[in-house]
C-alpha cells in the first residue's frame, strides 16, 4: 500500500504484506533492508524511535452519535404506508396530510404518492427535501434533523442513504463518502476542527482498516487502525517533523 501527499488516496500493492510509505521517494515499512536506522535523516526529517503522542481528536460517538444517522431511515421517517387524512390539489403541486403527522407537499404519482420532487416535514420536525419514487426517498435529497442537528445531503435508495453522499453536524464535523443501504463502505474523510481523516471505517462510522490522519497542529499518522485506534503497521510524524516507524497495539508503539 502507498499514499502520496497530493491527496488522502491510498493504492494498493501486490503480496500479502504490503508496504506503507511514509513520503514519496522514502523508505518502505516492513523490509529491514530499507528500513531507515535510528538517527538517519528521511526526506531531510530526522528519524526517532520514541516520540510525543498525537493530540486527541474528537470522538463523533461522544457528540452527535452515528446512532442518529441510522434513525433518519427508521419507520418514523416512512412515509410509503402513511394513510393520508387530507388531499390538495393544485395543478401539478400535491399537499398531503397523513395520520401519522408527516406533510408532503410536492409531485406525485396517479394513484396520490409522492414521487418526483418535494418536501416531507415529519412528525418529530425532520426534514427531507429531494427526489421520491412510489412514496419513498429515491435519487438526490437532503435530510435534516432538529436536536441535534444533522444534516445529510446525498443520493437515498429505497428510503435510505445509497451512493455518495455527506453529513455534517453541528459540532463542525462531517463525514463523507459512498453509502449501500444506509451502511458506510470503502474509503471515507472524516473532517473535525482538530484533524483530518481519509481511510476505511466500519458500521460505527469509526476509523477501522488503512487510513491516513492529519491533527491541525501538522503531526500525522498513515497505516492501520482498529475499531478508531491506530493498530498494525504504522508511521507517526509528530509536528516537529520526527517520524516513528512502529508496529501499534491500540494506540501504543510496541
Known amino acids: 500500500l502507498s499514499e502520496t501527499d497530493d491527496d488522502c488516496s491510498v493504492s494498493g500493492g501486490e503480496g500479502d504484506s504490503p508496504a506503507l510509505v511514509a513520503d514519496s521517494g522514502s523508505s518502505a515499512l516492513g523490509a529491514d533492508s530499507n528500513s531507515p536506522a535510528q538517527g538517519n535523516l ?4 530526522p528519524v526517532a524511535t520514541v516520540i510525543a503522542p498525537a493530540p486527541a481528536v474528537m470522538d463523533f ?4 452519535s452515528p446512532e442518529i ?8 421517517h416512512q412515509i410509503e404506508t ?7 390539489t393544485m395543478g401539478d403541486y400535491t399537499e398531503i396530510e397523513y395520520k401519522e403527522g408527516h406533510q ?3 409531485n406525485v404519482s396517479a394513484e396520490g404518492i409522492p414521487h418526483g420532487f418535494g ?4 412528525s418529530d420536525r425532520t426534514e427531507y427535501k429531494g427526489y421520491w419514487e412510489n412514496g419513498k426517498r429515491n435519487g438526490r435529497g437532503a435530510f435534516n434533523t432538529i436536536l441535534p442537528r444533522v444534516y445529510y445531503a446525498g443520493n437515498w435508495m429505497n428510503d435510505k442513504p445509497d451512493g455518495f453522499g455527506a ?6 464535523s462531517s463525514w463523507s463518502g459512498k453509502w449501500e443501504s444506509g451502511s458506510p463502505i470503502g474509503f471515507f474523510t472524516f473532517d473535525t476542527p482538530l484533524s483530518t481523516y481519509c481511510g476505511e471505517t466500519n458500521e460505527k462510522f469509526v476509523k477501522h482498516g488503512i487510513g491516513r490522519e492529519i491533527c491541525k497542529n501538522g503531526s500525522e499518522y498513515r497505516g492501520y487502525w482498529l475499531n478508531d485506534k491506530k493498530h498494525g503497521l504504522g508511521v507517526q510524524i509528530s509536528e516537529i517533523g520526527t517520524i516513528l516507524y512502529a508496529i501499534f497495539d ?5
Open 119 to 122: 418536501t416531507c416535514t415529519f
Open 82 to 88: 402513511c394513510m393520508p387524512r387530507r388531499i390538495v
Open 69 to 76: 444517522i441510522n434513525n433518519i431511515s427508521n419507520e418514523t
Open 167 to 172: 453529513f455534517h453536524t453541528s459540532c463542525m
Open 42 to 45: 528521511v526526506d531531510g526529517l
Open 104 to 106: 408532503y407537499h410536492g
Open 250 to 254: 491500540k494506540d501504543k508503539a510496541t
Open 61 to 64: 460517538q461522544n457528540h452527535e
